[in-house]
């Protein structure tokens, strides 16, 4: 290329950057003059699982509260059995895949699993009827089968837990 050819691209290239640069400039200027808006914002929305199930159930004011207080406590308390539950089976396969099992730390770990599954459904049970207390009727026979739907949930196996499930379809009866 020749030198009068490397010019025309470069003013082409200056005329277009001067062109953006124009814009930007014309945009601001614009928000400027038209001041500050205010942006609308969408309503609150539940955010925690505790929250959306309260909203489920239609509950308001101090009840609602009690009930998100409740579920709270409920996730803290499962959470740690679950822990200490997930630490005990650790133990028991350490046990189980050692060259010399000990077979009294075996059974000891089990007596401590029975205990903290015991403790897992104390909690469970403590959740249920305390938060039960809270609601009418309607909302009662409304907790009682979301909590269906999560046992269901949870019955299944973990890889499947995350899929929806399929509605099972009727076999027509044989003739």
Same mark, same amino acid.
């Given at each position: 290329?020749?030198? @009068?050819?490397?010019?025309?691209?470069?003013?082409?290239?200056?005329?277009?950057?001067?062109?953006?640069?124009?814009? =930007?400039? *014309? =945009?601001?200027?614009?928000?400027?003059?038209?001041? $500050?808006?205010? %942006?609308?914002?969408?309503?609150?929305? *539940? %955010? %925690?699982?505790?929250?959306?199930?309260?909203?489920?159930?239609? /509950?308001?004011?101090?009840?609602?509260?009690?009930?998100?207080? =409740?579920?709270?406590?409920?996730?803290?308390? *499962?959470?740690?059995?679950?822990?200490?539950?997930?630490?005990?089976?650790?133990? !028991? +396969?350490?046990?189980? @895949? @050692? *060259?010399?099992?000990?077979?009294? &730390?075996?059974?000891?770990?089990?007596?401590?699993?029975?205990?903290?599954?015991?403790?897992?459904?104390?909690?469970?049970?403590? %959740?249920?009827?305390? @938060?039960?207390?809270?609601?009418? +009727?309607?909302?009662?026979?409304?907790?009682?089968?979301? /909590?269906?739907? /999560?046992?269901?949930?949870? !019955?299944?196996?973990?890889?499947?837990?995350? &899929? $929806?499930?399929? $509605?099972? +379809?009727?076999?027509?009866?044989?003739?």
């Amino acid at each position: 290329m020749n030198g @009068s050819g490397k010019r025309w691209w470069l003013v082409i290239a200056l005329l277009l950057s001067v062109g953006v640069n124009a814009g =930007i400039l *014309s =945009i601001l200027a614009i928000q400027r003059l038209r001041g $500050p808006q205010e %942006t609308k914002r969408p309503a609150v929305r *539940s %955010t %925690t699982p505790f929250e959306k199930a309260a909203d489920h159930l239609h /509950l308001r004011g101090e009840k609602r509260q009690r009930f998100i207080a =409740i579920h709270r406590r409920f996730f803290a308390d *499962s959470h740690k059995a679950q822990a200490r539950l997930g630490v005990l089976h650790r133990q !028991m +396969r350490r046990q189980f @895949s @050692s *060259s010399h099992p000990d077979e009294n &730390r075996i059974e000891q770990i089990i007596v401590e699993l029975a205990e903290g599954y015991a403790d897992l459904d104390r909690v469970v049970a403590r %959740t249920v009827l305390e @938060s039960r207390t809270l609601l009418d +009727r309607r909302q009662e026979k409304a907790y009682l089968k979301m /909590l269906s739907r /999560l046992r269901a949930v949870a !019955m299944r196996r973990p890889a499947d837990r995350d &899929r $929806p499930r399929k $509605p099972q +379809r009727r076999q027509p009866a044989p003739p």
